[in-house]
């Protein structure tokens, strides 16, 4: 299950939690390592159990946030690219974040960037066909010589950690051509060479996606690539890796790799989700049955449900929310999210979540016992960019109800397309005894009556949120109604249980 590798590594003893470290916008000049250290006992407090890190490694730029990969084995160590730190801060900075987060019972994922390098050293003059951008299958030109930019020496680093180094034979296609100045998609053309075919099928064939196009076939790419996961896992004691563009990597690779971290370090249960970002849980399925090891995705589709109930508002069903999801079809290979990096504003998939849904789709994701929820950072603390995006509202009170309430027995009442709710009936025999109703409603005020337990009769109720005011008393069948504001959320508790001064508010 997605979660396990947390329960593993993390030595906590609750729902487990992810947050994405990073947005597109925050501020790097080398100072996010700090950052996030600083910010460590405020995450945790509020249940945070995992971080997924931005690209810890070198990228082209010095100020660049980390996909345009350069060196993998630089994490900000070595003199190159204009100088020895990250984007986000020195190898002793980020080593140091990392230890503060596990002291806090947080363990940290690796963003694993490799599908391809920028910034080259120097250029190499190598054969190549020109391919149709819409088919990539079909070559629209004879075989030429081009000068690309394929030379990786790594000056800075020189033969530490890794002496390999990167010529034109060891990728698959480019998209620039020195020579002429010509962008193009070019595939380098050797014995054998040719693109990966266990890649997503879009454009006939997408193994190219950007820069130049590392060849996992390669044998000496494929034995440096384990070597690094290996390496940085034991180098910075992390507990697993997020997979940027899988759907352009060969999936034997990833299969590989995934496989030879978990049996050649100490983290057997090491945790590995895939980027496959792509609305069809057929192909995401498809995706994990041919790995042959546990694997998660993102659940794309079900972002793109978030992002259909926010812009309909109450002529979206709510009862529909789960339609075609991963959490739906195979919940224990979900990690369910509502943003990130790429679809928040101004990016290239962007697809924003309405704010106005926001608390609605964190609620369908953290109270519930369904996936391994990733809480976006600009959702958290804000964006910065051009159009900067509010945080949403008191996000850190559904991550502590979902610390404190979210357990046990899943009961539903999803009878109304607007206004839908559901209770944990906690875990007393694990010493979790408070549970939670919670109440949804993308339309006017609603209501709804649920059953709590007789154990729980005549106790008080009051929403955490503090969104919907008064109290429940429970009735002595254990039932009672709960109320939930136009467009809101309300997440209703004992008045008195474990953990309530936690909350800033609904006391």
Known sequence: MSAHANAEYSGK?????????????????GVHWKRVADLVPELASIGVTAMWLPPP???????????????????GEFD???????????????????KKAEEHGIVSYVDAVLNHRFGADRIETFGAVEVDNDDRTKEISDKYDIKG????????????????????????????????????IYKIHGEGKDWAQ??????????????ADVDHSHPDVHADLLHWGKWITEELGTAGFRFDAVKHIDRSFIADFVKSVRAETNKPKMF????????????????????????????????????????RGPEYDLRAIWDRTVVQKRPIDAVTLVENHDTQVGQSLESAVNPTFKPLAYALILLRPEGYPCVFWGDLYGTGGENPQQAVTQLGDLLRARKLFAYGELRDYWDHMNCVGWVRMGEPDKGRKDGCAVVICNGDEGLKR???????????????????????????????DFRCSAMSVSVWVKHDAKGREEFKRGE
């Open 198 to 211: 266990g890649v997503d099928k879009e454009n006939k064939n997408y193994d190219y996606l950007m820069g």
């Open 272 to 311: 590995a989700v895939g980027e496959f970002w792509k609305d069809s849980v057929e192909d995401l399925e498809n995706y994990l049955d041919s790995l042959g090891t546990q694997f998660s995705v993102f659940d794309a589709p079900l972002h793109y449900n978030f992002k259909e109930a926010g812009d």
């Open 149 to 184: 930019w394929t030379g990786f020496d790594f000056p800075g680093r020189g033969d530490k950690y890794s002496a390999m180094k990167y010529t034109f034979n060891h990728f698959t296609g480019v998209d620039y051509n020195d020579e002429n100045q010509q962008t193009s």
């Open 57 to 75: 490694t070198k990228a082209a730029g010095q100020n660049s946030v980390g996909y345009d990969i350069y060196d993998v084995y630089d994490l």
């Open 80 to 98: 190159q690219k204009g100088g020895k730190r990250t984007n986000w801060g020195t190898k002793e900075e980020l080593v140091a974040a990392i």
């Open 450 to 480: 649920m059953e709590v337990g007789k154990e729980h009769a005549n106790e008080k109720w009051t929403d955490v949120l503090g969104w919907h005011q008064g109290e429940v008393v429970i009735g002595e069948d254990g039932w009672a």
């Open 13 to 29: 003893n609750q729902n487990y939690t992810m947050v994405k470290a990073f947005e597109w916008y925050i501020k790097g000049g």
